[in-house]
């Protein structure tokens, strides 16, 4: 198995554990690369992403990290930054902080002209967004929602694509939409078509495990219909735990790798020396 996590949260954003505590336990399950990805400051308040101080602590302690550990483990220095149009960009953030790679992800939609809420938070959020942004048509909502990730990836040279499918985690039970049907599974594959012609860097798609981990879905980051739609499309994809809690760094790691060859893939993504994207068997 390769042991690698290029999502990793820690306590000065939403994660529950320190970067020296996450460092000495991706040691002890002897991982090859962490990646920290804390969420990026964003210019409204959210308990969850790091403030502008708190950038500054982060990126030191990392630092810190990466001279320690050095004869033990590789650590790279990345945010996972919000794609919000006219608000927050994530090549931007990657150019500013030189970071190793970034992670852009979607997880705002606008409730209103001027408000935004996460896709992923409180169910009660998600059906205001559904019933004020988008006057109760679920159908415009995934659309648009998907349309940001278009828009994200086209607009921005970025290396992995967060949790693609994550407006999913409040559908339990198809209690929004069935992602069975059609009309979903033709946005997604158009979605993934118009990534594909109309990006100059195709970014790579993380399969993430962070959603069972912390039981809110029993599949993965994306479904594995969407996994088999990656392929379909040769995609490249890399495995990620969207670690919150040291000990589900490497979560679901084994079951994954089994699905992806199953599904056909032969190799996922790794970050060499030269903070170049490189090929590894599965």
Known sequence: MIRQNYHTHCNLCDGNNSIIELVEEAIKFNIEILGFSSHAPLPFFQDWVLTNEKLIIYFNEIEKAIKDYQDKITIKK???????PGISSPQIF?????????????????????????????????????????????????????????????????????????????????????????????????????????????????????GIAR???????????????????????TVNSDCHNKENLLFYYDEIYNILKDIGFMQIMKLNEYNKWIGVKI
Do not use: R
């Not at 019933?131 to 929602?145: A, D, P, Q, R, S």
């Not at 979903?184 to 195709?202: A, F």
């Not at 039981?215 to 994809?237: Q, V």
């Open 78 to 84: 990345s945010l996972e930054v919000d794609f919000i």
């Open 215 to 237: 039981g809110y879905i029993k599949e993965p980051y994306p479904s594995l219909k969407i996994i088999s739609l990656l392929k379909k499309y040769n995609f490249d994809i």
């Open 94 to 210: 990657k150019e500013i902080y030189n970071l190793d790679y970034v992670i852009g992800s979607v997880h705002f939609l606008p409730s209103d002209e001027d408000n935004y809420l996460t896709v992923d938070g409180e169910d009660n959020d998600f059906k205001l967004i559904l019933k004020t942004g988008f006057n109760n048509n679920i159908k415009k909502m995934v659309e648009y929602y998907y349309f940001l990730i278009e828009q994200m990836c086209i607009q921005n040279k970025i290396d992995i694509i967060g949790h693609f499918d994550l407006i999913k985690k409040n559908n339990k039970n198809s209690a929004f939409f069935d992602e069975n049907e059609n009309w979903y599974l033709q946005i997604v594959e158009n979605t993934l078509k118009n990534i594909k012609i109309k990006s100059s860097n195709i970014p790579i798609f993380e399969i993430n495990t962070g």
